[in-house]
């Protein structure tokens, strides 16, 4: 085991290995050290086949968001090696991969962010005329690129993001800029790539592919080099870190600092835009005056409103057209917030479930949620400027999305899966059989052994159990001439055969080997 460990840490030198053993997620070595100082907690030792003991700790499973939470908030990377296969059933040493690296800028644990703020992951390439940006929140889905000529004009956009994590080109470290600085300044962690992660040709491919496209014209990258190739290296850094599809990066935006007011970092900060200059707080900044948004999603759309004011005039005047009917129809806007008060943050409910990590109350919130939409949309239909006509073209109430949830999913689910009882009785006929077998398991082996007697004619069968086959047919001898076709011989004896047997038709239950635990534990 400790061979594996070792073997899985030299591909993640960067990160702390959490390596699952049982019901522990455990590090050794400097890894357990750094966690036991942080996180405070004991630090013993295993033997390891050395002199001295190695240095661990652990954490349990069911606990670990927490401890990753507080980990990666200190700006430690964490990958996370799972068992990919039932120790019970494995032959010699359990299958272990790493699943997932969980970074500052790919957390997307709720407890560790704000649900107000962004959480940014953002790229910079220098190649020594200008710098590619390229941004992106997996918790939203929202992905953005630019370019800018001049350090300064950098910093404003970092300073504009406020990124969790900012990973680069060599270039970038060589160009003077004082990263110790940036990091003190805005507390983020910085990683400097390695140079297959900024060509040109696997950065044009990994966008075409991902975005599928035949050209980056139609991404509108065409004017984009550098920028294109930060968008190309911050979606090759994802997918190998997050070792995911991340199919609810489902667009890129393209936008020049021209099309937005010029604020750089002094006037930003001194205008207190969203946070205090003294405290660093929201309260007393300009957004906590004007936000009263009833949706986290909301809140975040009004940040970014604050940080990035537009100066396209035609822009500006539709807003003011919408926000002008808005306020001249009270009772209207007042149904509208009312039913955004049942609305959750949908963008980060999809960012968990395209993820696989959407737990049965996220799947409760995503319905409660899509239950509103067409309600809203009733209303929008109401209004006649551009800007909101255009939403509720845009928007799609999902009602085939809502009837499939409320169809299959239990109103009072529990937290995890691994519980069980989500699904509804008579969504699913195979879950309503082993449902059944469960919880009337003799009931349920008494009428097999008599439908199978009937059936063949063998009046002596059998149902019993050992360890070894779990439960089995068992027909003597005299009676085996008229064993089935689709009965399995698992062993013979001296006066009789063992059998299991295949699915047989809709109404038979799948009685193969694998599923016998389900009645073992009935």
């Known amino acids: 085991m400790m061979t594996h460990y070792l073997e899985t840490k030299k591909q993640y030198p960067d990160c702390i290995l959490f390596y699952r053993l049982g019901d522990f997620y455990e590090m050794f070595f400097e890894d357990a050290k750094t966690v036991s100082r942080e996180l405070e907690l004991t630090l013993t030792g295993k033997d390891c086949g050395l002199e001295e003991r190695a240095p661990m700790c652990g954490v349990p499973f069911h606990a670990v968001e927490g401890y990753l939470t507080r980990l990666v908030q200190k700006g430690y990377k964490v990958a996370i090696a799972e068992q990919m296969e039932d120790p019970k059933l494995a032959k010699g040493l359990v299958k272990r991969e790493v699943i997932r690296v969980v970074t500052p800028g790919t957390i997307t644990s709720s407890q560790a962010l704000d649900e107000t703020k962004n959480n940014y992951l953002m790229a910079v390439v220098y190649t020594g005329n200008n710098y590619g940006i390229a941004t992106v929140d997996i918790t939203t889905g929202d992905f953005f690129v630019t370019e800018v000529t001049s350090e300064r004009a950098l910093l404003d956009e970092i300073n504009k993001f406020t990124p969790s994590e900012l990973v680069c ?5 060589m160009s003077g800029l004082d990263m110790d600085e940036l990091k003190e300044r805005y507390h983020f962690a910085v990683t400097a790539l390695e140079n297959r992660f900024f060509s040109d040709d696997d950065c044009r491919k990994i966008l075409k592919e991902h975005f599928h496209v035949m050209s980056l014209e ?5 004017d984009y080099e550098n920028g294109m190739i930060a968008s190309g290296a911050v979606l090759q850094y994802l997918y190998e870190t997050q070792k995911n599809d991340l199919s609810h990066l489902t667009k890129i935006t393209p936008y020049t600092t021209g099309q937005f007011m010029m604020i750089d970092t002094s006037t930003r900060r001194n205008l207190e835009l969203v946070e205090t200059l003294r405290e660093k707080q929201k309260r007393g900044s300009l957004l906590w005056v004007l936000d009263k948004t009833k949706t986290a999603m909301g809140a975040r759309l009004l940040r970014s409103f604050i940080e990035q004011p537009l100066i396209d005039k035609e822009e500006i005047e539709r807003r003011q057209q919408a926000i002008e009917e808005l306020n001249m129809n009270y009772i209207s806007r007042e149904e509208i917030r009312e039913y955004l008060n049942s609305v959750y943050d949908l963008e980060r409910l999809m960012g968990r479930i395209s993820y696989k990590t959407a737990n049965p109350r996220d799947l409760l919130s995503f319905k409660n949620s899509l239950e509103m939409l067409p309600y809203i949309k009733d ?15 845009d928007l799609d109430p999902l009602r085939d999305l809502y009837e499939l949830i409320d169809r299959s999913i239990v109103d009072e689910p529990p937290i995890t899966v691994r519980e069980g009882n989500i699904i509804k009785d008579g969504y699913s006929e195979e879950a309503d059989k082993y449902r059944k077998a469960k919880t009337e398991g003799k009931a349920w082996l008494a009428d097999l052994e008599t439908e199978e007697k009937e059936k063949t004619g063998i009046k002596n069968l059998k149902i019993k159990y050992n360890k070894v086959f779990g439960y089995y047919f068992e027909v003597t001898n005299s009676f085996k001439d ?5 009965f399995i011989r698992k062993q013979t004896l001296t006066n009789a055969e063992r059998y299991t047997r295949h699915h047989q038709g809709r109404g038979g239950p799948p009685l193969h080997l694998r599923v016998w635990p389900v009645l073992r534990r009935a």
């Open 169 to 173: 080109n060599e270039a970038l470290f």
């Open 218 to 222: 139609g991404l509108g990258l065409g």
């Open 379 to 393: 209303i929008l239909g109401e209004f006649s400027c551009e800007l909101l006509k255009k939403m509720n073209e």
């Open 482 to 486: 008229l064993v089935p076709e689709y």
